[in-house]
């Protein structure tokens, strides 16, 4: 490969991983109420989005018993439930929200300064 087909490549390279962090999340939380479980859980999800997803994500809190019909939509059987509809594909981690590596490894967050 002569140098200037090696600086395109690079060039390229650079510009997805650039693409990359402007990833777009949109996330949907789904809670019972307002017990001390689906508090931590609201407050877990946004700490992660504020750390690892600055300006990058929308997140839509539903509380199953305000809005059933979207929990029946979307198949929930268990809160918490954390769906990421965008970026595909679609991911969901049900359950305890308390450690954050396995919500950022579930969710395939890819964050905004990571050193690649």
Known sequence: MDEKNLKSSTDAFEQALIQNN????????????????????????????????????????IDIYQQPELAQQAQIFATPTLIKTLPLPLQRIIGNMSKTEKIIVGLDIVPKNYPI
Request: aromatic share 10%; glycine share 2%.
């Open 22 to 61: 402007r990833v777009e999340y949109c996330l949907r939380l789904y809670v019972a109420g307002t017990t001390l479980k689906s508090i931590r859980a609201i407050e877990t999800i946004k700490r992660i989005c504020e750390d690892y997803l600055p300006q990058r994500y929308t997140l839509e809190i």
